[in-house]
C-alpha cells in the first residue's frame, strides 16, 4: 500500500518548509524509521523518517523547493506497486462536459457516480476516476482554491472568504482625506504588527488590502512597498548608510513569534533570589559518583526537575489560553532554550514529572546536543506548557523573558553568584541565584503565581526533593 511523505508541522505557526537534501535515491529500499531526507523549517532543520517499510517510490519535491506544511514530498510503496504520474504541472480546466445521453443528466458524465466527491484525511482530494490531485497553497483563499486559473475572483467571493471590506477612516490611515478598503482580518493584524494600511500595497479585489498583504508589509516583502517612512523608519536618519540584512527562515520567524507574543500576551513578571549553596553542594557529589563518561550534572537540571514539580504541585501555572480559551494540562511539558548561531530553539522534554533526575538529565542533555546539530525530530518542537531560558551561564544575574504563544509561562534563570548572605543573623560567604517567572495573566494572577514561584525556590534551596 502507498502512502504519502507530507512536509511536518512543528508549531501552529509554520506554514512551509524546504528540502535541505535527499538521503535516499528512488527506487532504493526504506525500513519504517529509517531517515530520508533533512528539511529546513522555520525552527530548525530536522530529519525525516520513513514511517512504514517499502521502496522510495517516487521524490516528488527537489532539494531547494519551499512547499506548505501537508503537501506530499515523496511516495513510498511496495516494490510491485505501480504508482500514477506525479507531476507537478498546474492543474489545468476540466474538460466541457459530454453530451447529455439517454439516462444520464446533464451535469453528471456517463458512468459517473452522483455522489459528491469526499476529501482524503490526508490533504488531498481524489476524483474517482483519476488520481488525487494535491489541494493548493495555504495562502490561497477558498474562492482561488475552486476556481480555474484562467477565470478571475468575483469580488463578492473575496469577501465571503476575508469577510467584509470597510474602509478605514482618515483618522486612522494618517493621510487626510484617504479612505483604504481593507478586510476586518487584515485591520486586526495591522493593529497587531503596527503597520499603517496606507503603506501596505493592497492585492486583492477593487484595491482591497488583504491579511497576507499586511504580512507581507511586516516582512518588508516586495509585494508592499512603503510608499511613505512610517512608526520607527519616519525618524531614521536617511543619511546614515545602511544596507538591508536577509533574514534567515529561523530570524524571521523569531521576529514575527516574538512581536505576536509581546503584543498580544498580557505578561507579569515575578523575581526572586534562591540560595543555592545546598544545591550547589549535592550537585558535585553527585558529579563525583557519576560515570565520568557521562555529562555532567548543571544547575540547569535542578531547575527543569523543580518546575516539573512545580506545576504538578501548581495546576494553575500547568495551562496555556490557546485560541479563545483556557487549556489546563496534565503533564508537566517543559521547553527548553537552546541558543544556535544563527538564533534560537527551544526543544521539549515531554512528561518530566515521570522522571528520575538522573534520566530527566540524560535526556535533557542529549536534547540540547541534538539542537545544536540540526537532530531534533519534529514532535521535538511543540506541546511545551512552560519553558526555561538560563542566561547565567554568560554572566547575565537578571533578565526577563517572553513567552511563546502556546505556552503559559516562561522561568528566566541568571548567574549563580557568591555574594555575602545573612546566616544567624552574621554575614557569611553564600551563593544566590535570581530566577524571573514571566506569566500569562489569562491564565492565573499574580498570588498563584508568587505561591508557584516560591515552591519552586523552596525545591532550590532543599535540592534532595528533586531527587524523590
Same mark, same amino acid.
Given at each position: 500500500?502507498?502512502?504519502?511523505?507530507?512536509?511536518?508541522?512543528?508549531?501552529?505557526?509554520?506554514?512551509?518548509?524546504?528540502?535541505?537534501?535527499?538521503?535516499?535515491?528512488?527506487?532504493?529500499?526504506?525500513?519504517?524509521?529509517?531517515?530520508?531526507?533533512?528539511?529546513?523549517?522555520?525552527?530548525?532543520?530536522?530529519?525525516?523518517?520513513?514511517?512504514?517499510?517499502?521502496?522510495?517510490?517516487?521524490?516528488?519535491?527537489?532539494?531547494?523547493?519551499?512547499?506548505?506544511?501537508?503537501?506530499?514530498?515523496?511516495?513510498?510503496?511496495?516494490?510491485?506497486?505501480?504508482?500514477?504520474?506525479?507531476?507537478?504541472?498546474?492543474?489545468?480546466?476540466?474538460?466541457?462536459?459530454?453530451?447529455?445521453?439517454?439516462?444520464?443528466?446533464?451535469?453528471?458524465?456517463?458512468?459517473?457516480?452522483?455522489?459528491?466527491?469526499?476529501?482524503?484525511?490526508?490533504?488531498?482530494?481524489?476524483?474517482?476516476?483519476?488520481?488525487?490531485?494535491?489541494?493548493?497553497?495555504?495562502?490561497?483563499?477558498?474562492?482561488?482554491?475552486?476556481?480555474?486559473?484562467?477565470?478571475?475572483?468575483?469580488?463578492?467571493?473575496?469577501?465571503?472568504?476575508?469577510?467584509?471590506?470597510?474602509?478605514?477612516?482618515?483618522?486612522?490611515?494618517?493621510?487626510?482625506?484617504?479612505?483604504?478598503?481593507?478586510?476586518?482580518?487584515?485591520?486586526?493584524?495591522?493593529?497587531?504588527?503596527?503597520?499603517?494600511?496606507?503603506?501596505?500595497?493592497?492585492?486583492?479585489?477593487?484595491?482591497?488590502?488583504?491579511?497576507?498583504?499586511?504580512?507581507?508589509?511586516?516582512?518588508?516583502?516586495?509585494?508592499?512597498?512603503?510608499?511613505?517612512?512610517?512608526?520607527?523608519?519616519?525618524?531614521?536618519?536617511?543619511?546614515?548608510?545602511?544596507?538591508?540584512?536577509?533574514?534567515?527562515?529561523?530570524?524571521?520567524?523569531?521576529?514575527?513569534?516574538?512581536?505576536?507574543?509581546?503584543?498580544?500576551?498580557?505578561?507579569?513578571?515575578?523575581?526572586?533570589?534562591?540560595?543555592?549553596?545546598?544545591?550547589?553542594?549535592?550537585?558535585?557529589?553527585?558529579?563525583?559518583?557519576?560515570?565520568?563518561?557521562?555529562?555532567?550534572?548543571?544547575?540547569?537540571? &535542578?531547575?527543569?526537575?523543580?518546575?516539573?514539580?512545580?506545576?504538578?504541585?501548581?495546576?494553575?501555572?500547568?495551562?496555556?489560553?490557546?485560541?479563545?480559551?483556557?487549556?489546563?494540562?496534565?503533564?508537566?511539558?517543559?521547553?527548553?532554550?537552546?541558543?544556535?548561531?544563527?538564533?534560537?530553539?527551544?526543544?521539549?522534554?515531554?512528561?518530566?514529572?515521570?522522571?528520575?533526575?538522573?534520566?530527566?538529565?540524560?535526556?535533557?542533555?542529549?536534547?540540547?546536543?541534538?539542537?545544536?546539530?540540526?537532530?531534533?525530530?519534529?514532535?521535538?518542537?511543540?506541546?511545551?506548557?512552560?519553558?526555561?531560558?538560563?542566561?547565567?551561564? &554568560?554572566?547575565?544575574?537578571?533578565?526577563?523573558?517572553?513567552?511563546?504563544?502556546?505556552?503559559?509561562?516562561?522561568?528566566?534563570?541568571?548567574?549563580?553568584?557568591?555574594?555575602?548572605?545573612?546566616?544567624?543573623?552574621?554575614?557569611?560567604?553564600?551563593?544566590?541565584?535570581?530566577?524571573?517567572?514571566?506569566?500569562?495573566?489569562?491564565?492565573?494572577?499574580?498570588?498563584?503565581?508568587?505561591?508557584?514561584?516560591?515552591?519552586?525556590?523552596?525545591?532550590?534551596?532543599?535540592?534532595?526533593?528533586?531527587?524523590?
Amino acid at each position: 500500500m502507498a502512502y504519502e511523505v507530507t512536509m511536518p508541522q512543528m508549531g501552529y505557526d509554520m506554514t512551509e518548509g524546504s528540502i535541505n537534501r535527499w538521503l535516499v535515491e528512488e527506487g532504493a529500499p526504506v525500513e519504517r524509521g529509517d531517515v530520508i531526507a533533512s528539511i529546513a523549517t522555520e525552527k530548525a532543520d530536522i530529519d525525516i523518517e520513513a514511517y512504514a517499510s517499502g521502496v522510495l517510490k517516487k521524490i516528488l519535491v527537489q532539494p531547494g523547493t519551499t512547499v506548505p506544511v501537508g503537501q506530499a514530498i515523496a511516495i513510498i510503496a511496495e516494490a510491485s506497486e505501480v504508482i500514477p504520474d506525479q507531476g507537478t504541472a498546474p492543474e489545468e480546466p476540466a474538460p466541457a462536459a459530454p453530451e447529455k445521453r439517454a439516462g444520464a443528466s446533464a451535469e453528471t458524465p456517463e458512468g459517473a457516480s452522483e455522489k459528491p466527491k469526499a476529501a482524503d484525511g490526508d490533504g488531498a482530494r481524489r476524483s474517482e476516476d483519476g488520481p488525487k490531485k494535491p489541494y493548493p497553497s495555504r495562502n490561497q483563499s477558498p474562492s482561488e482554491e475552486s476556481s480555474p486559473a484562467s477565470t478571475p475572483v468575483p469580488e463578492w467571493a473575496q469577501q465571503l472568504a476575508d469577510g467584509p471590506a470597510e474602509p478605514v477612516p482618515a483618522s486612522s490611515a494618517g493621510i487626510p482625506g484617504e479612505r483604504v478598503k481593507a478586510s476586518p482580518l487584515a485591520r486586526r493584524r495591522a493593529r497587531e504588527l503596527g503597520i499603517e494600511l496606507t503603506a501596505v500595497r493592497a492585492t486583492g479585489p477593487g484595491g482591497r488590502i488583504r491579511a497576507e498583504d499586511v504580512e507581507a508589509a511586516s516582512r518588508g516583502g516586495a509585494s508592499a512597498p512603503l510608499t511613505r517612512p512610517v512608526g520607527v523608519a519616519a525618524a531614521m536618519d536617511l543619511s546614515d548608510p545602511s544596507e538591508p540584512v536577509q533574514l534567515s527562515r529561523m530570524r524571521d520567524a523569531i521576529a514575527r513569534r516574538m512581536a505576536e507574543a509581546n503584543s498580544s500576551i498580557p505578561h507579569f513578571h515575578l523575581t526572586t533570589e534562591a540560595r543555592m549553596g545546598a544545591l550547589l553542594q549535592l550537585r558535585g557529589e553527585l558529579n563525583q559518583l557519576a560515570d565520568p563518561e557521562l555529562p555532567k550534572f548543571s544547575v540547569t537540571d &535542578f531547575v527543569i526537575r523543580a518546575m516539573a514539580l512545580t506545576l504538578q504541585r501548581h495546576p494553575s501555572l500547568n495551562a496555556a489560553w490557546i485560541g479563545s480559551g483556557l487549556r489546563q494540562f496534565s503533564q508537566s511539558n517543559i521547553a527548553l532554550a537552546v541558543a544556535l548561531p544563527d538564533g534560537l530553539v527551544a526543544p521539549v522534554l515531554r512528561g518530566c514529572e515521570t522522571l528520575s533526575f538522573s534520566e530527566l538529565a540524560r535526556r535533557a542533555h542529549d536534547l540540547a546536543a541534538r539542537a545544536k546539530s540540526n537532530r531534533l525530530h519534529p514532535e521535538e518542537l511543540s506541546g511545551g506548557h512552560t519553558a526555561i531560558s538560563n542566561l547565567g551561564m &554568560f554572566g547575565v544575574t537578571q533578565f526577563s523573558a517572553i513567552i511563546t504563544p502556546g505556552q503559559g509561562s516562561v522561568l528566566a534563570v541568571g548567574e549563580v553568584r557568591e555574594v555575602p548572605v545573612v546566616v544567624a543573623g552574621e554575614l557569611a560567604p553564600g551563593h544566590q541565584m535570581a530566577m524571573t517567572l514571566a506569566i500569562d495573566h489569562r491564565v492565573t494572577d499574580g498570588a498563584q503565581g508568587a505561591e508557584a514561584l516560591a515552591f519552586l525556590r523552596w525545591c532550590l534551596e532543599h535540592p534532595t526533593a528533586c531527587l524523590v
